[in-house]
């Protein structure tokens, strides 16, 4: 039998998905795949893979949320104030 994790960590190989891309294909609740994918992070390093993070973007002015270190989706943009925002994608690659 697979974990959650281990289902997450597979999905990913796949290719870049958004946290709610992952919690309907694994079949969790979508505000648990940050922490699942936190320690997914930590331990890839083991098998010699990490995790990918494509930042999320603003759709308004293109702010890029490149220094935020969370897995969560991010509230509204820090520039415009705008809430369209283009979620952070995940993917894992080989080292």
Same mark, same amino acid.
């Given at each position: 039998?697979?974990?959650?994790?281990?289902?997450?960590?597979?999905?990913?190989?796949?290719?870049?998905?958004?946290?709610?891309?992952?919690?309907?294909?694994?079949?969790?609740?979508?505000?648990?795949?940050?922490?699942?994918? /936190?320690?997914?992070?930590?331990?890839?390093?083991?098998?010699?893979?990490?995790?990918?993070?494509?930042?999320?973007?603003?759709?308004?002015?293109?702010?890029?949320?490149?220094? #935020?270190?969370?897995? #969560?989706?991010?509230? /509204?943009?820090?520039?415009?104030?705008?809430?369209?925002?283009?979620?952070?994608?995940?993917?894992?690659?080989? #080292?």
């Amino acid at each position: 039998m697979t974990t959650v994790r281990d289902r997450i960590r597979e999905a990913l190989e796949q290719g870049p998905l958004t946290s709610l891309q992952i919690s309907q294909d694994v079949g969790i609740p979508q505000g648990e795949v940050a922490e699942h994918l /936190r320690h997914l992070a930590r331990s890839l390093a083991h098998r010699g893979q990490a995790l990918e993070v494509e930042p999320a973007q603003c759709l308004s002015c293109g702010f890029t949320f490149e220094e #935020r270190g969370r897995f #969560r989706r991010p509230s /509204r943009c820090p520039q415009c104030r705008s809430e369209r925002l283009q979620p952070p994608r995940f993917w894992v690659r080989a #080292r």
